[in-house]
Nanobody
Framework: QVQLVESGGGLVQAGGSLRLSCAAS????????MGWYRQAPGKQRELVAS???????NYRDSVKGRFTISRDNAKNTVYLQMNSLKPEDTAVYYC????????????WGQGTQVTVSS
């Protein structure tokens, strides 16, 4: 089992910044992928950014150049630095941790609210 603990959400004005953190604990195996998804009211959950244990990152187009994902493998922690925030970034952000060794697994954090005011 793996537990994910998120922190760092909040209320910020447009143009501001926030940093999300997600720490994983429990049975951690590599390779794996840690990432962030978000879900706005009335919309489907969508991938924001992901980072593999091998250092490959992936971003959705709308956040490229504004958000940066990074991870500390020694601490099993993933971060999402969000700059130049826009009202359309408002959503609940969820941490995700998944992999396939020794068997497929997929874990989610509890979610943290990010609200960007105009």
């Amino acid at each position: 089992q793996v537990q994910l603990v998120e922190s760092g959400g909040g209320l910020v004005q447009a143009g501001g910044s926030l940093r999300l953190s997600c720490a994983a604990s429990g049975s951690i195996f590599s390779p794996n992928t840690m990432g962030w998804y978000r879900q706005a009211p009335g919309k489907q959950r969508e991938l924001v950014a992901s980072d593999t244990s091998g250092g490959i990152t992936n971003y959705r187009d709308s956040v490229k150049g504004r958000f940066t994902i990074s991870r500390d493998n020694a601490k099993n922690t993933v971060y999402l630095q969000m700059n130049s925030l826009k009202p359309e970034d408002t959503a609940v952000y969820y941490c995700n941790f998944h992999g396939y060794f020794p068997r497929p697994y997929d874990y989610w954090g509890q979610g943290t609210q990010v609200t960007v005011s105009s």
